[in-house]
């Protein structure tokens, strides 16, 4: 899906310039038509794509893990950064500038995938591209939803394009957003079915991803609203047994497999050579690229180079160091790094020992320096490209849903409503991979399954979601055990029940019809 990227770079942004030369003018493109053709219908599925890119700054992935037990907030300075930290020590406020940027990121997403739901029938397009285009604009217009209604719990439930009398929007019931996020991916589910796509469109939405994503979301409600033991029912009508089959149906008919390395994952120098990017084990990822042509600063959450990549980067690194010098966000937690056993492959392959990797001298070290860093997604050199402003364009792509995340969820499901057996295996084919010699074991509890989670995916934005959904107590405990004191606070507001602040500017906006959230 590579070639999306360029297409959202010169064809969105800059559309039907490749028509320059035709009787009807670029300044001429209007709403009245536009969304005819093929191509048009393309352009506008790509603007439903564009939204994911924006992880400028604190983003979803790298604030989630800040106020995880994954991380503290890091960069430059006491003084650089403040917003994360303050989510991270429990003391964010409605007005921080990355709450409103997660909120208009979103729903920028939100309203792309109205228009085009809006549009694409009355287009020339064929009924099986129309169909196809719709499975993807209907799982994009869940992954903002789902996103949404984690964080901000209370959120307007937009969609349609809306007329100025209707800008005053409240907040919608919860179980509103999730009835509309099972009926999104149910759709998207049955419009995919039987899609593939070319190398080069890869990236795109499969009919597995709605499957797994709706499964993600049926355990967070079923955590956070239901009764924890997956005998729920989250509205849309959505059981436990309904989300085990999905991820059934991963396992026994995609084709997703686990990658024989971890490390083929996040492209390390030591896997130089088979770094796959969407991959056997990538569900779904967000793609980026390393090719676009941008300079400027003031853009660059709209650039389409992965923006974290430099932020969670070691800051000054040497010349001779493969790593390309960032500057030092999210530095991992001594407590993480004490996780992982000895003979876990996945340790040396998430956390970048500064010290040991980059040798003593040899970097800065960032405000609440622990000594590790997110080497997942930390640049490397050879990333680098020859066009564009570098430290916006690195390629790395966000894998939002991996394998191993379907095998985890299963075995969690398996265990509260189908076979222990299962869940066994299915926790065995995750743990064998991290160690070069591993014992199988025939039963595995709940409490396992959920630090696999944390060893795991530690430092994706994903373990917050996972603190949440097992209660307050739970989430309250595990910050709390990286509280050092000092520059090395943490901690939860307990108030706010473990979502965050509606933005004051949203509320203004709104005329006041949203309220704020508890805590705030």
């Known amino acids: 899906m590579k070639k999306i990227i360029y297409i959202l770079l010169f064809a969105v942004t800059f559309m039907g310039c490749e028509d320059y030369l035709e009787k009807d003018l670029v300044t001429e493109q209007t709403e009245e038509n536009f969304y005819i053709t093929e191509v048009d219908m393309y352009r506008a599925l ?10 400028w700054g604190e983003s979803l992935q790298i604030t989630m893990d800040i106020v995880s037990d994954d991380a ?42 109205n228009v085009f739901l809006e549009k ?28 949404l209604v984690r964080v901000f719990e209370n959120v307007p439930l937009i969609t349609k394009t809306l007329a100025t009398s209707e800008y005053s929007q409240a ?11 099972a009926s999104d991916l149910e759709i998207s589910i049955a419009n995919l079915a039987g899609v593939t796509y070319d190398n080069d469109q890869k990236g795109r939405v499969t009919e597995w991803a709605p499957r797994a994503l709706l499964a993600r979301m049926y355990l967070f409600y079923d955590g956070v609203y239901g009764s924890g033991n997956a005998s729920s029912t989250m509205p849309g009508d959505i059981t436990g047994a309904d989300a085990l089959s999905y991820l059934n149906d991963v396992i026994t008919t995609s084709g997703a497999d686990l990658l024989p390395d971890f490390g083929n994952l996040w492209g390390h120098s030591e896997f ?54 960032g500057w030092g966000f999210s530095p991992a937690t001594q407590q993480l790094y004490d996780s992982y056993q000895d003979g876990d492959l996945r340790r040396d392959f998430t956390l970048l020992d ?38 916006l364009n690195f390629p790395q792509n966000y894998i939002a849903i991996r394998y191993a995340d379907v095998l985890l969820m299963a075995a969690e499901l398996e265990i509260h409503l ?9 926790y065995n084919k995750v743990r064998a ?30 373990r917050y979601w996972d603190l949440l959904r097992r209660g307050m107590p739970v989430l309250e405990s595990a910050v709390q055990a990286t509280n050092l004191g000092g520059i090395y606070d943490s901690a939860v507001n307990t108030a706010a029940r473990g979502f965050w602040p509606i933005p004051s500017t949203e509320i203004a906006l709104s005329n006041f019809a949203l309220k704020q959230n508890d805590g705030y």
């Open 433 to 462: 991979r991290a160690f070069e010699s591993y014992s199988s074991v025939s039963s595995v509890t709940l409490a396992q399954i959920f630090e696999e989670r944390k060893l795991e995916f530690a430092l994706e934005g994903i």
């Open 418 to 426: 189908g076979s222990a057996a299962n869940a066994a295996v299915h």
């Open 272 to 325: 130089t050579n088979s770094w796959v990017e969407n991959s056997v084990e990538g569900i779904f990822e967000v793609q980026f690229s390393n090719q676009g042509e941008g300079f400027q600063w003031w853009n660059a959450p709209y650039d389409i180079g992965n923006k974290m990549v430099v932020f969670v980067g070691p800051r000054g690194a040497t010349s001779d160091s493969e790593y390309y010098s």
């Open 72 to 113: 503290y907030g890091g960069g430059g300075s006491a003084t650089d950064g403040v917003s994360g930290k303050r989510a991270g020590r429990g003391l964010t406020t409605a007005s921080e500038g990355m709450w409103s940027a997660m909120w208009n990121d979103h729903y920028a997403g939100v309203y792309g995938a």
């Open 171 to 181: 907040a919608a019931p919860v179980a509103d957003v999730y009835a509309l996020i």
């Open 354 to 391: 500064m010290v040991a990797e980059l040798g003593e001298g040899n970097f800065e070290e960032a405000d609440q320096y622990t000594g590790y860093l997110n080497k997942k997604y930390a640049g490397l050199k050879s990333q680098v490209p020859v066009v564009g402003q570098e430290q």
């Open 120 to 147: 694409v029938d009355a287009s020339e397009m064929s009924e099986e591209l129309k169909t196809q285009f719709k499975g993807e604009a209907h799982f994009l217009r869940a992954y903002y939803y789902a996103n």
């Open 46 to 55: 790509v603007s439903v794509y564009e939204p994911l890119q924006r992880n």
